[in-house]
């Protein structure tokens, strides 16, 4: 008589057919979020979206494009502006100013004194630069924004930077006043944030102007 086969743990089983299930569904799972998804919103944007998807460029005259050998900024991130025949973005603590690889704010808490004395001198800076009173300079132009990236500043903060640029540039203060004005979006969907100016399109839409 043939002794029977040792039996196999009566966990074995059970812990096998669970192993195998979770593969199939790591499988299943890797398929269609990690590759079906992101290829179908990818075509996706590609189809509805095709500037945005390929980083909202811009060329030096400030029309939209893809190319990026032939753009000069990308709409949604601020880049800085220096002399005085430009119109100036509000400052960055993103590395040394507006570097993408080093998105962030300054971290000072509003009593630093290191943070007090920088926006001291900024506001002097912004008065002393436009001729006018300490007290008139609007707060993004001596605050740094979270991500150091905003490409957005007040209208308050470039309609007080229209007489030096147009001085600068040679062109009528009118004119300058209103292109800011052309330039100055409204709040999202009528209701979300506040009335803004994109910095780098006003400042390709001031060189076509003075060319």
């Keep these: 008589m043939t002794a029977p086969a040792p039996l196999r743990p009566a966990t074995a089983v059970p812990f096998l057919r669970q192993t195998w299930a979770g593969l199939r ?4 799972l890797t398929l269609v979020l990690g590759l079906a998804y992101p290829l179908a919103v990818t075509a996706a944007a590609q189809v509805l979206l095709p500037w945005q998807a390929h ?15 032939l753009a000069v900024g990308s709409a949604p991130v601020g880049q800085a502006f220096t002399g005085p025949q430009w119109f ?11 570097d993408t690889r080093a998105s962030g704010g300054s971290n000072l808490g509003p009593q630093n004194p290191d943070l007090v004395r920088q926006v001291q001198e900024r506001r002097a800076q912004a008065a002393e630069q436009d001729g006018v009173d300490p ?9 740094a ?8 500043i007040s209208p308050a903060w470039a309609l007080q930077q229209v007489p030096r640029v147009a001085r600068e540039r040679g062109l009528p203060e009118r004119e300058v006043r209103a292109l800011v004005r052309r330039s100055t979006l409204g709040r999202d969907l009528g209701v979300l944030g506040e009335p803004r100016v994109n910095v780098l399109r006003l400042n390709l839409a001031l060189r076509t102007m003075a060319s």
């Design 25 to 28: 569904v790591l499988a299943v």
């Design 145 to 152: 924004s979270g991500s150091g990236l905003d490409p957005d």
């Design 55 to 69: 980083g909202s460029l811009l060329i030096a005259d400030g029309a939209r494009t893809t190319d990026r050998a």
């Design 88 to 98: 100036h973005p509000r400052p960055s603590a993103a590395g040394e100013g507006y």
């Design 135 to 143: 007290g008139l300079v609007p707060p993004d132009a001596v605050t």
